[in-house]
């Protein structure tokens, strides 16, 4: 424009010098008019020109703003889904919520980046448009395809949350159950004073309980590799807590029946040496008594050895029964000392013998003493006396005075017979076993029973 105004004011200062007709007023105004038509369609150029940049610039400023953020929200999806990532399945599920939901909230702005693009098209070159519609298709795809990866994931992540729920919850199921069983098994307290039967007792509850608990550790192993498998799904530390303490309950209740089962083995072995203590002294009490009576002579010491002796048999029938008893307790828990025991049970057998073979000499020996003979011959008259006393009142008497004399006579010979019995368990301890106190106590005792019956029939008549 400014060109075409000092064109036109030359020409007028032309006109003015040379009197051109060319150059005339109406020639100017003419040219005048061509020229502010020309001005004004180069101004409507310079617009046009100027919208189509400035669509141009708008396009390419939308096209690069949405570029942008598609790639930031790519490099969200990237890092939230990478095997690196350290996060739970809720937070990875919370994270592809947010992206998708993004993903979507931009479909609008996508489309409008579309239709934009297509009226920026219509103003471009070929090649221009072209280049443009390509690079729309490959934005729609890129941005499809992060929804629809966005919404698979999270699909498949929700998937692994219920699967990781319900095996939770059935993890968290079974450590109850195990944790009832490991709380039933009770490991008693050993008491000092426990017999060697209730040592076994209380042994045989230790394996039956460690038993139990070693069928369980398949299940220990699974609890573990099964927690493994869910905390690399989601690092639910209450779950994990869970496992582990009732872990560490069954490792140290097993360990606290290993301890216990390892002191009942000790206390019995204690309760063995204690007894081969006893049987020591018993031995060297017994070989020290056969050795002072075998050529004894003097009767009057008869009794006073056969005592001694009936005392050794009365501890040797003891030693040998608690013996024999530990034997079979250790070889049943598995303690290895039975040959010692089995060298003790040999011994206190044969020294047990050879008391036996020393009481049966000392006992013929006492009863043939004149003292032994005479009480003897003084019991057996007496229980004679009482068995024709009892012979003559079996009958049945007709008068009822004569029935009270009779209950009368029968209560007497009852007193007699129980002064002869206590005479006969008075007799010497070391007659115990002998053949003729048992003979009298087993008349004694008929005669009792036929007293007894006849004393009976006679209160009721």
Same mark, same amino acid.
């Given at each position: !424009?400014?060109?075409?105004?000092?064109?036109?004011?030359?020409?007028?200062?032309?006109?003015?010098?040379?009197?051109? !007709?060319?150059?005339?007023?109406?020639?100017?105004?003419?040219?005048?008019?061509?020229?502010?038509?020309?001005?004004?369609?180069?101004?409507?150029?310079?617009?046009?020109?100027?919208?189509?940049?400035?669509?141009?610039?708008? +396009?390419? &400023?939308?096209?690069?703003?949405?570029?942008?953020?598609?790639?930031?929200?790519?490099?969200?999806?990237?890092?939230?889904?990478?095997?690196?990532?350290?996060?739970?399945?809720?937070?990875?599920?919370?994270?592809?919520?947010?992206?998708?939901?993004?993903?979507?909230?931009?479909?609008?702005?996508?489309?409008?980046?579309?239709?934009?693009?297509?009226?920026?098209?219509?103003?471009?070159? !070929?090649?221009?448009?072209?280049?443009?519609?390509?690079?729309?298709?490959?934005?729609?795809?890129?941005?499809?395809?992060?929804?629809?990866?966005?919404?698979?994931?999270? &699909?498949?992540?929700?998937?692994?949350?219920?699967?990781?729920?319900?095996?939770? =919850?059935?993890?968290?199921?079974?450590?109850?159950?195990?944790?009832?069983?490991?709380?039933?098994? &009770?490991?008693?307290?050993?008491?000092?004073?426990?017999?060697?039967?209730?040592?076994?007792?209380?042994?045989?509850? +230790?394996?039956?309980?460690?038993?139990?608990? %070693?069928?369980?550790?398949?299940?220990?192993?699974?609890?573990?590799?099964?927690?493994?498998?869910?905390?690399?799904?989601?690092?639910?530390?209450?779950?994990?807590?869970?496992?582990?303490?009732?872990?560490?309950?069954?490792?140290?209740?097993?360990?606290?029946?290993?301890?216990?089962?390892?002191?009942? &083995?000790?206390?019995?072995?204690?309760?063995?040496?204690?007894?081969?203590?006893?049987?020591?002294?018993?031995?060297?009490?017994?070989?020290?008594?056969?050795?002072?009576?075998?050529?004894?002579?003097?009767?009057?010491?008869?009794?006073?050895?056969?005592?001694?002796?009936?005392?050794?048999?009365?501890?040797?029938?003891?030693?040998?029964?608690?013996?024999?008893?530990? =034997?079979?307790?250790?070889?049943?828990?598995?303690?290895?000392?039975?040959?010692?025991?089995?060298?003790? *049970?040999?011994?206190?057998?044969? %020294?047990?013998?050879?008391?036996?073979?020393?009481?049966?000499?000392?006992?013929?020996?006492?009863?043939?003493?004149?003292?032994?003979?005479?009480?003897?011959?003084?019991?057996?008259?007496?229980?004679?006396?009482?068995?024709?006393?009892?012979?003559?009142?079996?009958?049945?008497?007709?008068?009822?005075?004569?029935?009270?004399?009779?209950?009368?006579?029968?209560?007497?010979?009852?007193?007699?017979? *129980?002064?002869?019995?206590?005479?006969?368990?008075?007799?010497?301890?070391?007659?115990?076993?002998? !053949?003729?106190?048992?003979?009298?106590?087993?008349?004694?005792?008929?005669?009792?029973?036929?007293?007894?019956?006849?004393?009976?029939?006679?209160?009721?008549?």
């Amino acid at each position: !424009p400014a060109l075409l105004q000092r064109l036109a004011q030359e020409r007028g200062s032309l006109f003015e010098k040379t009197k051109d !007709p060319t150059l005339h007023e109406d020639i100017q105004r003419k040219v005048n008019a061509e020229h502010q038509e020309l001005q004004r369609q180069a101004k409507e150029k310079v617009n046009v020109l100027e919208a189509i940049t400035e669509e141009h610039e708008q +396009y390419q &400023e939308s096209l690069d703003k949405f570029q942008n953020w598609l790639n930031s929200i790519s490099e969200k999806y990237d890092g939230i889904t990478t095997k690196d990532y350290t996060g739970s399945i809720e937070e990875i599920l919370k994270g592809l919520r947010e992206l998708a939901d993004a993903v979507s909230s931009k479909e609008e702005d996508l489309l409008q980046l579309e239709h934009n693009g297509k009226a920026v098209t219509g103003n471009t070159s !070929p090649l221009g448009a072209e280049h443009i519609t390509r690079e729309l298709e490959e934005l729609r795809e890129k941005w499809e395809r992060l929804r629809l990866s966005c919404t698979q994931d999270k &699909e498949a992540l929700l998937q692994s949350q219920q699967e990781f729920t319900s095996r939770a =919850q059935q993890l968290e199921k079974n450590v109850a159950e195990f944790n009832n069983l490991v709380h039933k098994v &009770e490991v008693e307290t050993l008491n000092v004073d426990d017999t060697n039967d209730e040592l076994e007792t209380t042994w045989r509850k +230790y394996v039956i309980s460690r038993k139990t608990l %070693l069928e369980e550790q398949p299940h220990v192993e699974h609890f573990m590799l099964e927690l493994k498998e869910l905390f690399s799904l989601s690092q639910d530390q209450n779950l994990s807590n869970c496992v582990l303490l009732a872990i560490r309950e069954y490792h140290r209740v097993t360990g606290r029946l290993d301890v216990m089962c390892n002191q009942v &083995e000790m206390k019995m072995r204690q309760n063995v040496q204690q007894l081969q203590g006893e049987f020591q002294q018993w031995r060297s009490r017994t070989r020290r008594l056969l050795d002072l009576s075998s050529d004894i002579t003097d009767t009057t010491l008869l009794g006073v050895y056969l005592q001694q002796i009936e005392d050794c048999l009365s501890q040797s029938s003891l030693l040998h029964n608690q013996f024999s008893s530990s =034997q079979v307790k250790q070889r049943t828990m598995g303690i290895d000392s039975s040959e010692d025991l089995s060298d003790v *049970l040999q011994q206190t057998q044969l %020294l047990t013998e050879r008391l036996l073979e020393l009481r049966q000499k000392l006992q013929s020996s006492l009863s043939q003493s004149e003292e032994f003979a005479a009480t003897y011959q003084l019991l057996q008259e007496r229980l004679s006396a009482v068995k024709v006393q009892l012979m003559a009142n079996r009958k049945l008497q007709p008068s009822l005075e004569t029935k009270r004399q009779q209950v009368e006579q029968l209560q007497f010979i009852k007193r007699v017979l *129980l002064e002869v019995e206590a005479e006969v368990n008075n007799l010497h301890t070391s007659l115990a076993s002998s !053949p003729f106190r048992c003979q009298i106590l087993a008349t004694s005792r008929s005669l009792s029973k036929s007293l007894q019956t006849s004393l009976g029939t006679s209160e009721q008549l």
